[in-house]
């Protein structure tokens, strides 16, 4: 549960113990009453790990150590005592510890202890007011990656200030070609202290080198502040050979601009965009740009950019065009209006003879364009939809309150079926803010009466029939691909089905027919409305302080801006709907089971 360094140089583990560590949730009961969940809570214990040969040290009272002393402790190989030398050197505030430090951070060996010692030194000398900015320019300079990282942070404080030594300056410019990742990653957050005309150049150095990462991305827009078509035109002037992180953080500055709404710097992005031989890259700048337009309510051809409309109209249309800059061309066609190209470039490529990935980028293009007209563009379609484009169709109906009620009107006139929306989709709609689609779900899409452990009961004579893998997996391509991984097959939505054969059919059985028994926190289904009347449901693949992303099935995500975020709930429920049982015999349920378990 917990290690810790000792004083003796040991480490100790804290080690709780039970016989059964599952939570009750996890356990059939028919196993569950067999077993005393309690079993072993008097057996934890706390372990000592010692090196060989070890000896007892002699103890030493770090507490009335002198302030010499301590500093020395410092570089000491221990780590408690290290930390707590720190601790105390902190707490006498001796300004008597200031040149014995300063000659400890001056001490270049490289043995760990040493590279350790000045990095407390570093701090001490923070913690006692006393850090100047020759002593940080001097561990910029270290061998250490790590002294030269927390030397950037520690400078901070000094690029505020009226005077700031030339040399600290110089040397920041110089480390945007460190060789660490982490020292660049540190100096992206930190140069954005100097607000000076020379931002925008360095830090694209850093994104020209770095801007694939993410985390270094985020640092570098951190730091750039309302200066982003300076960083944007530094970035596409690069002269690098790393394409893709250019590429990464110019089409990231691109979205930020246009949601800016400034006309000179959207026009600024529109002739850069213009420019490039490249239609690829083209294509994803000026798709970024026109999803940050979308945003700020603002639509592509109004900022001049007929240009690229035309390159991404004939691309769009192109059968024999790369896929993927089909699809971004098809995304900068969804930034203008439904009128222009909804039904004489999108809407055909809804059908059935263009590839699904095409599809599903038109699909995602006229739900940026809809005005009303989508839903039943999608209703006469549905039954040629694949598997896929249905569950992206049943999200994209779901989201505004027009669509929901075309869709429950289509499932209460039989046209579609009510197991074709998710467990998430169906509570979505039977919780919804808006009042008449609540209602109409209420009616519509009743919870179905039958209690789930009758269901489980039913299916049960399945652990006793023989598995066809085969068969088996036939069905899993059909119900289950869609949000579960299995053998490099499916998406990764639910959990990978490896972890889950581990716990045997019985409990497979349970998690299939009743998916709502047990949920994960990170597999619990959250419906957010935006402030434009969107509702979105997944799960939440990831978070920042500037926006959430959400997870859906087959791998679709969206990532929504929190000043976009009107509201966010848990749906108390999992993304598998239940009812997957539907149309299946026992049989089907023993040859699904049979190939997950022996699936690799």
Request: proline share 4%; with cysteine; charged share 25%.
């Amino acid at each position: 549960m917990q290690f810790a360094n000792g004083p003796d140089g040991c480490l100790y583990v804290i080690d709780m113990y039970r016989e059964t560590i599952e939570h009750p949730w996890s356990l059939p009961e028919s196993l569950k009453k067999h077993l005393d969940l309690n079993s072993g809570n008097d057996r934890g214990r706390i372990y000592r790990i010692v090196p060989d040969g070890f000896k007892r040290p002699a103890k030493v009272a770090v507490g009335k150590a002198s302030i010499e002393e301590l500093v020395q402790l410092l570089a000491h190989p221990n780590g408690w005592r290290r930390d707590t030398a720190a601790r105390l050197i902190y707490e006498r505030q001796d300004r008597a510890a200031v040149p014995p430090l300063r000659k400890l951070l001056a001490d270049t060996r490289v043995e760990r202890s040493a590279t350790l010692g000045r990095l407390h030194a570093l701090y001490a000398l923070l913690g006692l007011g006393a850090l100047t900015q020759d002593d940080v320019f001097a561990s910029m300079k270290d061998a250490d990656e790590h002294l030269r990282e927390h030397a950037v942070k520690l400078c901070e404080p000094f690029l505020t200030r009226k005077f700031v030594a030339p040399l600290l300056i110089g040397r920041l410019d110089e480390m945007t070609g460190d060789p660490s990742l982490l020292v660049r990653y540190q100096l992206a957050f930190t140069l954005g202290q100097l607000r000076d005309d020379k931002l925008a150049t360095r830090l694209a150095r850093i994104a020209a080198r770095d801007g694939g990462d993410p985390w270094v991305a985020a640092a570098v827009m951190n730091s750039i502040g309302d200066k982003s078509i300076d960083l944007f035109r530094a970035v596409m002037a690069a002269d690098v050979q790393n394409g893709a992180a250019v590429r990464a953080i110019a089409a990231r500055l691109a979205e930020i601009i246009g949601a800016r709404g400034f006309g000179d710097e959207i026009a600024g992005v529109i002739e850069v965009a213009s420019e490039q031989k490249d239609v690829g890259r083209m294509m994803t700048l000026a798709r970024s740009l026109g999803a940050g337009l979308h945003r700020a309510g603002i639509p592509l051809e109004a900022e001049k950019g007929q240009v690229i409309l035309d390159h991404a109209e004939a691309l769009a249309l192109d059968a024999s065009a790369d896929v993927k800059v089909r699809a971004a061309a098809i995304g900068v066609l969804g930034c203008v209006s439904w009128d222009r190209y909804a039904a004489t470039t999108l809407l055909p490529l809804l059908e059935p003879r263009e590839g699904q990935e095409i599809q599903l980028a038109a699909l995602a293009a006229l739900d940026q364009l809809d005005r009303g007209e989508l839903a039943g563009e999608i209703l006469r379609r549905w039954e040629a939809m694949s598997p896929r484009m249905r569950e992206a169709a049943a999200g994209l109906m779901v989201k505004r309150p027009a669509r929901a009620k075309a869709l429950l009107d289509a499932i209460a006139a039989g046209k579609l079926r009510r197991g074709d929306l998710s467990g998430s989709q169906a509570a979505a709609l039977r919780q919804s803010s808006d009042k008449s689609v609540k209602e109409l779900a209420g009616r519509v899409l009743a919870a179905p009466t039958g209690r789930r452990d009758d269901v489980v009961k039913a299916f049960t004579p399945a652990l006793e029939l023989k598995g066809d893998p085969k068969h088996g997996q036939e069905i899993y391509l059909a119900k289950c691909s869609s949000c579960h991984r299995l053998g490099g097959e499916g998406s990764a939505l639910g959990p990978d089905l490896v972890t889950v054969k581990n716990a045997g059919k019985e409990k497979m059985l349970t998690n299939i027919l009743d998916p709502n028994r047990e949920v994960a926190p990170n597999y619990t289904a959250y419906v957010v409305e935006t402030k434009d009347g969107d509702s979105q449901v997944g799960i939440i693949a990831a978070e920042t302080a500037s926006a959430v992303t959400l997870r859906m099935s087959f791998g679709i995500e969206a990532t929504l801006p929190r000043e976009d975020i009107k509201s966010m709930r848990s749906a108390g429920l999992s993304m598998m709907p239940e009812g997957l049982e539907e149309g299946m015999k026992p049989q089907d349920l023993a040859d699904l089971m049979e190939f997950v378990s022996s699936a690799k």
